[in-house]
């Protein structure tokens, strides 16, 4: 969930059953106090106001046309998270609690996702019976919403495994399968209310004002990725660290684990950013008398298959309290250990101090810092959602010397 911020642009709840749709806006929610409040069900008539999917059309006859993405940002458990750099937008199914089979679910949201995943590797006829997917997001704490942009199932650089996944979690000592599903947010700027209209009665999306990253998505499963580069790098504490108790309970586990062996947590460290960047090759943990500030050294693979090539990297690591940022002399530490063509991978559980973040920026050195919030992120987006999964995690791949 992301606040409202005054610079953007934002419709009133009685203007927005005629309104575009704008990239980013806010849809503003009623003030009647029940359910009808709710601005998607004015937007996009026929897809109701519940539930994370929201349909026009039945995905049990196959006769949906659009289909409403919306997130709340406030699940832990399953942490929808939308890239803006790549335009790649997580979304996890609606099979969410044990009880029921993978696509047996009140909404067939997961039935709907198998299928639309299906059709997108078919021909250009089964992408075309494809609905187009709407992305909002709440918008604090009242009913508001932001549109987020117009998704296409799958990605440019994404395997069909990594497109569309069921995985596994347990809950109340039950296991049970949820799908994992990739999309990419299509550089569309606007999306025509004519056009919403058109396709909401039944019509032929591909005529009538189609917006034409989705019309070569359906031709030629042409991808046209909405790419938003970062234009501000320097985070403060409070981005840094979650912003929940269970988040900054995950980071008191993995500190308790290498509570009095520290040294144990720069293992710990590399498989976290392998999470993170999984073409990691191999990686090698220096010895504690021995590290000549690199904690470990690795290399990253790039390039096809057949013709791999790799760049090395060091690995710093500090299992750090809360409240102990991290500052420059650490920092200078590993910059003065990196070689040409060289980059550098920082890794903490707390946070990093402002002036470490300008002195790596401003001077053009080729870091990676990662903080308390990057690990947590990464462990639920792997399922490590409760402290018990990261203490098994810990204690499987980290166990203790005796």
């Not at 009133?12 to 849809?27: E, G, Q």
């Not at 996009?44 to 519940?50: A, D, E, R, S, T």
Request: contains cysteine.
């Amino acid at each position: 969930m992301s606040p409202a911020t005054p610079a953007e642009r934002r419709v009133s709840f009685a203007d927005i059953s005629t309104a575009d749709l704008f990239i980013d806006s806010v849809y503003a929610g009623g003030s009647s106090g029940h359910a009808g409040d709710g601005p998607i069900a004015k937007l996009i008539p026929g897809v109701g106001n519940q539930g994370g999917f929201r349909h026009c059309g039945s995905p049990t006859r196959g006769t949906v046309r659009v289909s409403v993405l919306y997130t709340t940002g406030g699940e832990l458990d399953w942490p929808d998270y939308l890239d803006l750099q790549t335009g790649t937008f997580t979304y996890f199914g609606d099979n969410r609690t044990p009880g029921r089979e993978l696509h047996d679910t009140p909404r067939s949201g997961n039935l709907l996702l198998r299928d639309v995943f299906t059709a997108a590797h078919g021909s250009t006829a089964g992408r075309a019976k494809v609905p187009p997917f709407l992305l909002f997001e709440k918008v604090g704490q009242g009913r508001d919403v932001r549109f987020r942009g117009m998704l296409a199932p799958g990605g440019p650089a994404l395997t069909a495994d990594d497109e569309l996944a069921a995985v596994w979690r347990a809950a109340d000592g039950r296991r049970f399968q949820n799908y994992r599903a990739r999309f990419t947010v299509l550089n569309e700027e606007k999306i025509s209310r004519s056009w919403l209209t058109h396709v909401l009665v039944g019509g032929d999306p591909l005529i009538s004002g189609c917006p034409e990253t989705w019309k070569a998505w359906v031709s030629n499963r042409t991808y046209t990725p909405l790419l938003a580069p970062a234009t501000t790098t320097i985070r403060s504490r409070a981005r840094q660290m979650p912003d929940d108790p269970q988040g900054a309970g995950i980071l008191e586990v993995i500190r308790e684990h290498f509570r009095g062996r520290e040294h144990g947590f720069e293992a710990c460290a590399v498989a976290l950013w392998r999470l993170l960047a999984p073409a990691t090759g191999e990686c090698d943990v220096t010895r504690p008398s021995r590290d000549g500030g690199r904690d470990a050294v690795g290399k990253y693979v790039i390039g096809p298959p057949a013709d791999r090539i790799a760049i090395d990297f060091a690995l710093e690591a500090k299992c750090y309290a809360a409240t102990n940022s991290v500052g420059v002399r650490e920092v200078s530490r590993l910059i003065s250990r990196l070689r040409h063509r060289n980059f550098g991978v920082f890794v903490t559980t707390s946070y990093f101090a402002q002036q470490v973040q300008e002195e790596v920026r401003d001077d053009g050195h080729p870091i990676a810092l990662v903080c308390g919030r990057d690990i947590t992120d990464v462990l639920r987006q792997h399922g490590y959602n409760t402290f018990d999964d990261v203490r098994e995690w810990l204690r499987q791949d980290f166990p203790a010397l005796q």
